[in-house]
């Protein structure tokens, strides 16, 4: 299939169901399934896989799976991409959950929705839309990154500073922490493309959709012109820290506690555990603010899924053992205890019996909180040139920070180059 052919494929199959053909057309068919022992090749990342595998691998010895560990994440695709075309490839490899449509564009993902039963009801809305291309399954969500607001506790309550409930409780606060502490900001700018779509998914944005055969972009719609209008007079006011995260900057700022909170997914504690750590024990957790009163919605940031590969023999095998990990009691809980927020409903029912992460030691009900932001995240559809919308975002914002340019107007010009993007590689869009 010639590449702009297969490009509209991808929009076709969301509305006609013929995204298992995309398998077939760019990898020169499905491969033949074998049965009996095997051994199951997984490219991973994440943190404590390998010894929730070895707990597999000691109960079915028919299906045994080998965990291989890429040099760094961001080459493990370009590494993917060309091998699955040459008939080679791993059996199963993750891939964070905006990856999944090109990955599927590429033909290194296999449909497996023939394959997966009733897993869908192992997990939420929000996080099977993720895994879903048209009427094709090609994942299994595996963690997820529900957003929260993180803050210092201890400073909170030192000036008897309630958390916001909404974002105009936030702006309020963040002003009146420049007055009381003029060397410290309450927090920061989303100024990288995943964190402006969580905040926007929050506000109901929806980037991409399809319509027909065609793809519908609406980076510059209302909800997310909403997020850019909030935040835009708190940076020009100075309101607002501008340090971009896990820069040395923002770090020392998160240790010697001169920024005072991180709106991000519920991995941020763990995360920032090794730059903060005169901060143990300092930080909590609490619902994301609402951008109108009484909403309890959150949007995603970050978390990733496993794929089975397209080449590979042994699909039904690679689901059992995906479905397993991922979607069990069993397999989740253990991945929860390695240290990933678990993308199934009965992983996230395991977390209160672990330890809470050691920045935010002592709140008792840190995971509660976190399990309910995962059940009030929305679904969300990824489009098939989401880095290159996150990179023009990028580009635009830092421009607009430095030259006076109204910030709508960076959604425009985002809009029209992520629509000219896809149109230049094939799509049709509407």
Known sequence: MKRNALRRAVAVAASVGIAAALTACSSGGSPAQEDGPVTLTYWTWAPGVAQVVDTWNAQHPEIQVKVEQPPEQTTSWPRCWPRSGAGEGPDIFAAEYQKVPNLVLSGAGYDISSMIGDAKADFTDSTWSLVTVGDGVYAVPQDTGPMVFMYRADIFAQHGWQVPTTFDEYAALAAQVRTTLPNTYLGGFPDEGATLAAYSMQAGAQWWSTEGDAWKVDIDGAPTRQVLDFWEPLVRKDLIS?????????????????????????????????????????????????????????????????????????????????????????????????????????GQESLPSLEVPKLATGQSDFWQVASQAASDAVPFTWGPNVQFAFDSYSDSIKKALTGGTPWTDVLTSTQDAVIGDLKNTGFTVQ
Do not use: Y
Request: aromatic share 10%; net charge negative; glycine share 14%.
């Open 242 to 346: 501008t340090t971009h995260f896990f820069t040395p900057e923002w770090n020392t700022a998160l240790n010697d506690g001169t920024l005072l909170s991180w709106m991000v997914g519920v991995w941020g504690p763990g995360s920032i555990a090794s730059v903060a750590p005169d901060t143990a024990g300092d930080w909590r957790i609490a619902k994301m603010p609402a951008w109108r009163s009484g909403e309890t919605a959150t949007g995603l940031f970050g978390g990733s899924s496993a794929m089975v590969g397209a080449t590979t023999k042994h699909a039904k095998q690679a689901v059992e053992f995906l479905t397993w990990l991922n979607g069990s009691k069993e397999g989740s809980s253990l991945l929860a205890e390695g240290g990933l927020f678990p993308a199934s409903v009965a």
